[in-house]
């Protein structure tokens, strides 16, 4: 059974950091690539940022560039993404999603690309 489970949210102040994981079981980790995105009340999933099955490629939204690093250890199964220098504009719930491995077509970023999802993490930023 595949299970994708993210933690580490939280409230935090304008400025400060918080440093989400995302566990998943069920399926061939390093297989696949992993990626956060989030999504904001009212709001459609965006992408946030990705990391390839063995982590050496990485990508970012323009909007966390710079901010937001994301890591991965396929021993443990676990994908990182720590976030520095928070905005109120990152306030969201986040969600941790694998795609569909070798067969995976689309933009990194693109939430249509990904087939197993968590149930989120909630960030809130306060200004």
């Known amino acids: 059974q595949v299970q994708v489970v993210e933690s580490g949210g939280g409230l935090v102040q304008a400025g400060g950091s918080l440093r989400l994981s995302c566990t998943a079981s069920?399926?061939?980790?390093?297989?696949?690539?992993i990626a956060w995105f989030r999504q904001a009340p009212g709001q459609e999933r965006e992408g946030v940022s990705c990391?390839?099955?063995?982590?050496?490629?990485?990508y970012y939204a323009d909007s966390v560039k710079g901010r937001f690093t994301i890591s991965r250890d396929n021993v443990k199964k676990i994908v990182s993404l720590q976030m520095n220098s928070l905005k109120s504009e990152d306030t969201g719930m986040y969600y941790c999603?694998?795609?569909?491995?070798?067969?995976?077509?689309?933009?990194?970023?693109?939430?249509?690309?990904?087939?197993?999802w968590g149930q989120g993490t909630q960030v809130t930023v306060s200004s």
């Open positions: 999603a694998a795609d569909r491995g070798p067969s995976s077509v689309g933009s990194v970023l693109s939430p249509a690309r990904y087939n197993y």
């Open positions: 069920g399926f061939i980790f390093d297989d696949y690539a």
């Open positions: 990391a390839s099955w063995n982590g050496r490629d990485t």
